[in-house]
């Protein structure tokens, strides 16, 4: 069972256009909800954060919106740009108690043609 | 600096063999993990451990174990090594049950042969 589900699976906008890659998550015991960027060859690098008491998060061009009652979290990327090419996950984990590890979304591959 | 650091990068051995990842972070984190990346991208711990307690995912096969030989290491063996072990493994840290964040390291890619 996927307790995390990530679309779109793959991903390809326009340069300067706004990417989005949405998460439902299942186990309402999650509390964190992390977004990682991963290039080919390197590892997952924690991208932008969120905890369910805000609705939203921004930094800089890429935001996170969370909707607590549907269970699900969105990032958006504003002005994409061809740097932004990667894989992204979505994360979810239980702050306190049990395993303290990330339940990864299975990844969307972004393409920001030029 | 590397904050998370794995060794080797790459790591080529026939079916059958025992292998060893290493795994070091100088972060002063508390926790460290590891986790496995199929040939899709698909992210899954494997284990979780600290100088307290070792959490191990139950489907993780008893051919791996974790070693911690202090707070700032934790390798990774594998025992008579299958087909299906080729994958990328990332090591990765975190403090204060990952409320600051992850670090991962850059991954080690085991291909079995």
């Known amino acids: 069972q996927q307790q995390v589900k990530q679309s779109p699976q793959s991903l390809i906008v326009q340069k300067g256009g706004i990417s989005i890659i949405n998460c439902a998550y299942e186990?309402?015991?999650?509390?964190?909800f992390p977004w990682y960027q991963q290039f080919p060859g390197k590892g997952p690098a924690l991208l932008i954060a969120?905890?369910?008491?805000?609705s939203e998060k921004k930094e800089g061009r890429f935001t996170i919106s969370f909707n607590k009652s549907a269970k699900q979290f969105s990032l958006h990327i504003m002005d994409s740009q061809p740097g932004d090419s990667a894989t992204y996950f979505c994360?979810?984990?239980?702050?306190?108690?049990?395993?303290?590890?990330?339940?990864f979304g299975k990844g969307t591959h972004l393409i920001i043609q030029p | 600096d590397t904050a998370v650091s794995q060794t080797p990068k790459y790591l080529v051995t026939q079916m059958g063999n025992d292998k060893s990842i290493k795994c070091e972070q100088n972060l002063g984190h508390d926790t460290m993990y590891w986790y496995k990346q199929d040939s899709k991208k698909f992210l899954k711990i494997m284990f979780s451990y600290n100088n307290k307690e070792l959490i191990i995912n139950e489907t993780v096969p008893n051919r791996f174990s974790p070693k911690s030989p202090d707070k700032a290491h934790l390798n990774l063996h594998i025992n008579s090594l299958e087909l299906g072990d080729s994958a990328v493994y990332f090591c990765?840290?975190?403090?204060?049950?990952?409320?600051?964040?992850?670090?991962f390291g850059s991954g080690t890619r085991l291909t079995v042969v």
């Open positions: 186990n309402t015991a999650f509390d964190y």
């Open positions: 969120i905890r369910p008491d805000v």
């Open positions: 994360a979810a984990k239980i702050s306190q108690g049990g395993a303290d590890g990330l339940t």
């Open positions: 990765a840290s975190s403090q204060g049950q990952g409320r600051y964040g992850y670090t």
